[in-house]
């Protein structure tokens, strides 16, 4: 047996904030760590950039061959506490230690409650409210869908173009793009309808204007007294790191409410002070009638949740909602540490200035490169679009190649958007400025070293 992480250093906030190249990138230990990999592992579950981690904290990642890398992804925005958070071991190292599971449905335990309570508080709207939990983002999706269902007596459900809502059956069906997350792996969910989104950068339309052409395709290719629900990104994640324009979110769901129609929002990605906001719907003053959590509530362990009004949440027979795992007290303790961290740790606000700081940078660089079509996105979730300067046209080989240099030079750089020409910038909210600078910087000389 190899015993790599043997010297792995402790992770955390005190890990040294630097950018450290020892090796190339990847390097040996991590080549061999993949080779292993390949054997062990399907092909269909790939590594973007294949190093191993040794340790995280602050705004690095340290893998096993001593590099120290940059990271703007957070695990896809799931450590905004930062790696290894001091508060989110100490929670989890109790709660382990007094019990690890009982499953909530079978004895109960106040972590699960006490969560609940918690999202029931923190979510838009002053309303009573309801909260289940689960496992991974999918399954909370799957779940709001049920309860909507249940609660109108309705099937059908709205989605919109470049939407990202999982990869479970009935997610697949709720995804918009093809490759890599549904091809082949169909037949898919029913009574799954697809409207058109707001895409600022592409339609050049108001909000309000976009909100009426979705809303015509709903009433004439569904009909409102079919539809349980209309499920939305605020801010579309895997697609784009779309923004709506202003008036698209709050006409939908002024539309819902008119139709009984239960919205729900999508903000698995950009909740939990992500956008510089504790949840992006406040930016437009949008209340849903529930809003699905995973991703950045735990500190990086696994754990979803729906949060909504009541009358809708307890629509549902005893028994209908669960799962052996659900709400596990592990991941109640963690998300408990990290939620104080969200209400009263200055996250927020730090997303904000991140915000700034990322804003600031690649405005500067789209003024010298007209590559970089677009600058868009809210707090810590920023992204660039990558276009030929010429036509408009979507350059993912451009966005591939400029996020292969940035891995090589030590920055864990993502990409998304439906047609793969989106680099998007969502780090921990404990990064540094010197180190989101030094990030950009390479994205900059990764832009230089491109061929036009
Ligand atoms: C990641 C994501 C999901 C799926 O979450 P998993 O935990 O991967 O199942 C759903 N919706 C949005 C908006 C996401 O970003």
Not at 367 to 385: H, K, L, N, P, T
């Amino acid at each position: 047996m190899t015993t790599t992480l043997a010297l792995a250093p402790v992770g955390g906030p005190t890990l040294p904030q630097e950018r450290r190249i020892l090796t190339e990138i990847p390097g040996p230990k991590s080549r061999e760590l993949f080779s292993r990999k390949q054997h062990a592992v399907p092909g269909g579950v790939n590594i973007a950039l294949p190093v191993f981690a040794a340790a995280a904290g602050g705004g690095v990642v340290v893998d096993v061959d001593g590099n120290s890398l940059i990271d703007l992804g957070s695990g896809i925005a799931v450590t905004s506490v930062g790696n290894a958070a001091p508060e989110v071991v100490e929670a989890v190292t109790a709660q382990v230690a007094q019990f690890t599971h009982t499953c909530f449905t079978i004895t109960g335990y106040e972590g699960y409650v006490a969560v609940a309570e918690k999202l029931n508080r923190l979510t838009p709207g002053d309303h009573e409210k309801r909260t289940a939990l689960f496992n991974s983002g999918a399954e909370a999706v799957e779940n709001a869908v049920k309860i909507a269902r249940s609660h109108t007596r309705r099937q059908a459900v709205v989605v919109f173009d470049h939407a990202y809502h999982g990869r479970t059956n009935l997610t697949m069906a709720m995804t918009a793009k093809s490759m890599p997350y549904k091809s082949g792996f169909g037949p898919f969910a029913s009574e799954i309808h697809r409207a058109s989104l707001s895409y600022p950068y592409r339609d050049g339309r108001s909000g309000p204007e976009a909100a009426a052409i979705a809303i015509s395709e709903i009433e004439k290719q569904v009909g409102a007294e079919n539809l349980a629900a209309i499920v939305i990104e605020p801010i579309q994640g895997e697609g784009g790191f779309i923004v709506p324009a202003p008036g698209f979110l709050p006409a939908l769901a002024e539309w819902a409410r008119e139709n009984g129609v239960v919205f729900i929002a999508d903000e698995i990605q950009t909740g939990f002070s992500r956008t510089g906001a504790l949840f992006a719907c406040e930016h437009e003053g949008v209340v849903p009638d529930l809003i699905t959590t995973a991703k950045g509530i735990a500190g990086g362990l696994p754990l979803s949740a729906v949060t909504g009004r009541a009358e809708i949440m307890d629509a549902a027979h005893a028994g209908g909602l669960g799962g052996t795992y659900g709400g596990n007290p592990v991941a109640c303790a963690a998300a408990l540490a990290s939620l104080e961290l969200f209400e009263h740790g200055g996250l927020t606000e730090r997303a904000r200035e991140i915000g700034v700081v990322l804003r600031g940078a690649l405005n500067a660089l789209r003024v010298e490169d007209q590559r970089i079509g677009d600058v868009r996105g809210r707090g810590a979730m920023m992204a660039i679009e990558l276009v030929d300067p010429g036509t408009g046209e979507p350059d993912a080989a451009l966005t591939k190649s400029v996020a292969e240099y940035a891995g090589a030079a030590g920055v864990i750089l993502l990409t998304c958007g439906t047609y793969g020409n989106v680099i998007r910038f969502l780090p921990p909210l404990t990064i540094s400025d010197d180190l989101l600078r030094e990030g950009v910087r390479v994205v900059r000389e990764a832009l230089a070293a491109a061929p036009r």
